[in-house]
């Protein structure tokens, strides 16, 4: 068989467009922000991650700008060597600090970030006990590390239980959760792992990619949402949602933090976050930090969403972040259902199998906190209008 075979043999994104249901790659016109142009259309954004709404905010456009005037467009290194500079090291103690962690590292990317965390700390006599939703990212991080990976059902404890028992007590284990599940918006059950953790002799991990800047006090995630930050051994995130930029950061004990930066193969051998993206992520968390009701605004718009969603009869997923799944079920539907709506001037997310259970295909709404309350009337009016046409209201 040849190499390319998968690749002659992978129909199902021509069959879509064929079909002209194909729901990817709408080009961006505009900025992100609640309203925009895509493919020429104008439409209500509710499938970003923007979720403070600072991507188009002028102050951190601005120091994006200034910082590519004064240090250049790059650096053509990688933080070990030539690729540090004095803003990485500012940002790093700035989100330390905001964290209440020793210290922090900071990635390319969030998905290079948890490649670069697991495949460092977990070796290969180690043991990583994961939950079946955490992002792909967290998968490919146990796969680069050679340690055993573990899965337990859904925010299921006593699985994960069953799992940690099945454990040698002086085996290196490492329970790694998303905080906020990015495709569910359900929060993770962190008490109940961290007296796991601490009867099984296990570290902590926590994905906040969906929960910085959107849950705990003043955005600072979901350890703090819980009152456990100092439980927590390892916090992760991302700066292209809340934080309005690209890379991720590591937030831990100084001698973890030194251990990752010396030995993730992720980190060293990759070219360092651009002087732009470091300013507008330092200026996004300035803006955050001066703004602590933020995230508020922000679950009070998601949370009038919900309510309008449930009062026009919409098949909704519970969930507690700024995030609202919609049942769609069959993956056809889906991609049907979202161009329908972006037809009539609202862009969403469809998610299908296999990153959703067959059967089990939604369609993904995300939030941000510069929406107004009539964008999201507009929104659920025409979602319920569509969900109507094709027989996915409630019964």
Do not use: W
Not at 18 to 27: D, N, R, S
Not at 40 to 54: H, T
Not at 191 to 206: D, F, S
């Amino acid at each position: 068989m040849d190499l390319f075979d998968k690749c002659k043999n992978f129909t199902t994104a021509q069959a879509a467009i064929e079909k002209g249901i194909y729901p990817y790659f709408h080009a961006l016109d505009t900025k992100q922000g609640p309203e925009v142009v895509m493919d020429g259309v104008n439409v209500i954004m509710l499938g970003s991650n923007n979720y403070l709404g600072l991507t188009g905010n002028d102050e951190v456009i601005e120091a994006g700008r200034e910082a590519l005037k004064k240090y250049g467009s790059g650096l053509s290194g990688s933080r070990f060597l030539n690729g540090t500079l004095t803003l990485h090291i500012k940002l790093e103690k700035e989100l330390s600090e905001f964290l209440n962690k020793e210290a922090c590292v900071t990635f390319g990317t969030g998905f290079q970030t948890n490649l670069g965390i697991i495949s460092a700390i977990a070796g290969r006599n180690d043991y990583i006990i994961g939950d079946k939703e955490n992002h792909a990212s967290i998968y490919d991080g146990c796969r680069l590390s050679y340690a055993k990976l573990l899965r337990y059902n859904h925010s299921d404890m006593e699985d994960l239980e069953r799992q940690l028992k099945s454990i040698p007590l002086d085996a290196g284990k490492l329970i790694v959760t998303d905080g906020v599940f990015s495709m569910g918006g359900d929060i993770c059950k962190l008490p109940e792992i961290v007296a796991l953790a601490e009867k099984y002799n296990a570290r902590v991990m926590v994905d906040d990619a969906h929960a910085f800047g959107v849950i705990g006090e003043g955005g600072r995630g979901t350890a703090s949402h819980f009152g456990l930050e100092d439980k927590v051994d390892i916090i992760m995130g991302t700066f292209s949602k809340s934080l309005a930029s690209i890379g991720g950061y590591m937030v831990a004990k100084k001698e973890v933090v030194d251990y990752v930066r010396h030995t993730s193969r992720p980190f060293i051998f990759c070219a360092s976050l651009t002087p732009a993206n470091v300013e507008c992520a330092r200026t996004s968390l300035k803006i955050l930090k001066s703004n602590p009701d933020l995230p508020k605004k922000l679950m009070n718009i998601a949370d009038y969403a919900r309510k309008q969603f449930i009062k026009k009869g919409v098949d909704i997923r519970d969930s507690e972040a700024p995030i609202i799944p919609l049942n769609t079920y069959d993956d056809e539907t889906t991609f049907i259902a979202c161009k329908k709506l972006f037809e009539k001037g609202v862009y969403v997310n469809p998610v299908i199998s296999p990153a959703a259970p067959a059967g089990g295909a939604i369609i993904r709404t995300s939030y941000m906190a510069t929406l107004t309350e009539e964008q999201i009337d507009r929104a659920t009016d025409i979602i319920a209008e569509v969900m109507k046409e094709l027989n996915l209201l409630k019964k």
